[in-house]
């Protein structure tokens, strides 16, 4: 037998190929290339796709680095379905926790000695010092804080809306579904079926019934950790979603959302699963600020209303806690001694609609703040009678309230009444959130005609919080000297405030969703605003005629 001698590997080829020839072993297929990221944990994982050393391993070891490098992608991607399902389940027991007895007394922890007659909010010491670097809701201030958020829809209609996140690849770190599509906010008719497929093409039954009868685009907002890498992700498996913007790429994409208008970057008319959805991303650093210290109110002024939380985050609850409190705090402000919860809740929704622009134009419902109340008092009620009953200065004037079941009891509405105690409104008005407090200030500088050094020296004197913190803190001469205004002027200035914290990061939102939407659906946006304007007009016009 002649052996014929093996020609050596010529340039380019691996030495490896060379001796599967001799060995007549087969060939490993090539490593296909994995993803760069694992899309569903917690943190940014790299992927090398470069290894100098591949071409020297042995084919039977390329295999088992193959197995190893699959078997690592789908453990990343399990632990990150793991960490969501994690959180769904504690946004869950949240919402159970809403449901309890005791639901009334559920934010009014268990308090030391008080001794001072001063304080309108002396059990409320979280809010001194807030932690917003918590990552677990053990770490909450106390058992069940801020379960008062979670609403209680119908539990399919719910799982429906929890699926929907899941076809998001990119991680989602807080989420929630708001508006009419989730709670009506007028009585529904009857929709045919062609009605129906034309906002949702293939809307489950659980969809139809919690619409009744109306079909609507719901709404959603997704808090995310890394804006431009979120983008990155979902660019790659849903770029239908984005306008030509997302031609760009996501440093495009994340730079427009987080330096333009309020921080929100919008995708409306997308069908996913057949329902037709419209979500918002921000960062979660943006979406904290705003509802701890209101510098734009456009995301605060959402979650002020009852919305559907499907994934939640701790340091997220502890923010919108204090925003519940800033928004019944400014309202009480706004009110008269004596007063209806439905007027307090108009009140609270209505603040964010102060300054929006489109409420000066025919693109937006006169009535739907009344819309927004008349319909979901049971949902106010939820979310702020466990902080009514946690402020000392307001109190339930309504013997109603001695029934075990007047929480989930709407056939009422009750009276409430509050302490006009200078001392006590002063305080108030020192606990408003940071940026907005910074405005009232300035503009009762300019009434009061307080020269400059002296209006900052008083506030060096009042002043304890840093740049970062959130502190509880006593109203002093100044802040009783607002409080003690005519009620009216009060009033006007507050809403005054109001107005220019809202109107322009809302102008500027709403200009720039002409270009994250593009210029067809931002027309389709505008022509449904004006025609739901227009019927909400038509009731109001005949009524008048008949008159």
């Not at 399919?156 to 989420?175: G, M, S």
Request: hydrophobic share 35%.
């Amino acid at each position: 037998m002649v052996l014929r001698p093996v020609p050596t590997p010529s340039a380019g080829l691996p030495a490896a190929w060379t001796h599967a020839a001799i060995l007549r072993l087969p060939m490993a297929p090539p490593i296909q290339a994995s993803r760069l990221y694992s899309v569903h944990a917690g943190r940014i994982q790299y992927r090398s796709r470069y290894n100098p050393h591949r071409s020297r391993i042995p084919p039977i070891s390329r295999l088992q680095l193959r197995t190893f490098a699959s078997d690592t992608s789908k453990a990343s991607d399990s632990e990150g379905a793991k960490a969501a399902h994690k959180i769904e389940s504690e946004t869950d027991s949240a919402a159970n926790a809403a449901k309890s007895p005791d639901e009334p007394h559920s934010q009014k922890p268990q308090v030391t000695n008080v001794t001072s007659t001063t304080s309108t909010d002396s059990d409320l010491d979280w809010e001194e010092k807030p932690n917003f670097h918590i990552e677990k809701f053990t770490e909450l201030p106390y058992q069940n804080f801020g379960v008062n958020q979670h609403m209680i829809i119908d539990r399919e209609f719910k799982e429906v809306l929890r699926q929907l996140l899941w076809r998001f690849r990119a991680p989602i770190r807080y989420a929630f579904a708001y508006g009419s599509g989730v709670f009506p906010q007028s009585k529904g008719g009857t929709a045919t079926e062609a009605e129906i497929k034309a906002v949702h093409p293939r809307a489950p039954l659980a969809v139809q019934r919690a619409q009744d009868g109306s079909p609507k685009m719901i709404d959603f907002i997704f808090g995310v950790s890394y804006t431009q890498h979120w983008h990155s992700l979902n660019l790659m498996q849903h770029r239908d979603h984005y306008s030509m913007l997302g031609s760009l790429g996501s440093a495009a994409v994340s730079y427009v959302q987080d330096k333009w208008g309020a921080g929100v970057y919008f995708n409306p008319y997308v069908t996913v699963d057949g329902i037709l959805i419209k979500y918002g991303v921000v960062n979660i650093d943006t979406l904290c600020r705003d509802l701890s210290e209101w510098d734009t109110l456009y995301l605060a002024g959402r979650l002020q209303k009852p919305v559907k939380i499907l994934r939640d985050d701790p340091r997220v609850r502890l923010a919108n806690q204090i925003n519940l409190l800033s928004a019944l705090r400014t309202a009480l402000l706004l009110l008269p001694p004596t007063f209806t919860e439905q007027q307090l809740y108009a009140t609270i929704a209505g603040i964010s609609y102060l300054g929006d622009p489109r409420m000066a134009f025919p693109t937006e419902n006169p009535k739907k703040v009344a819309n927004i109340v008349n319909h979901n008092m049971l949902n106010f009620r939820r979310l702020y009678a466990p902080l009514i009953e946690s402020l000392p200065n307001v109190i339930y004037d309504d013997p109603a309230t001695s029934k075990p079941d007047w929480i989930t009891n709407t056939d009422s509405v009750l009276k409430i009444q509050q302490d006009m105690d200078p001392v006590k409104r002063g305080n108030m008005v020192r606990r408003l959130p940071k940026a907005f407090r910074s405005k009232l200030y300035f503009e009762y500088q300019k009434k009061f005609q307080i020269p400059q050094l002296e209006f900052d020296k008083m506030m060096e004197e009042n002043k304890d919080e840093d740049a970062i913190s959130f502190k509880r803190q006593q109203g002093g001469g100044f802040e009783q000297r607002i409080a003690q205004d005519d009620p009216e002027a009060l009033r006007n200035t507050v809403r005054d405030v109001i107005r220019k914290t809202i109107n322009w990061p809302s102008t500027t939102q709403s200009l720039k969703g002409i270009l994250t939407s593009g210029f067809r659906r931002s027309l389709r946006y505008l022509g449904e605003k004006i025609a739901k304007y227009r019927e909400s007009s038509k009731p109001r016009k005949e009524s008048e005629k008949s008159s």
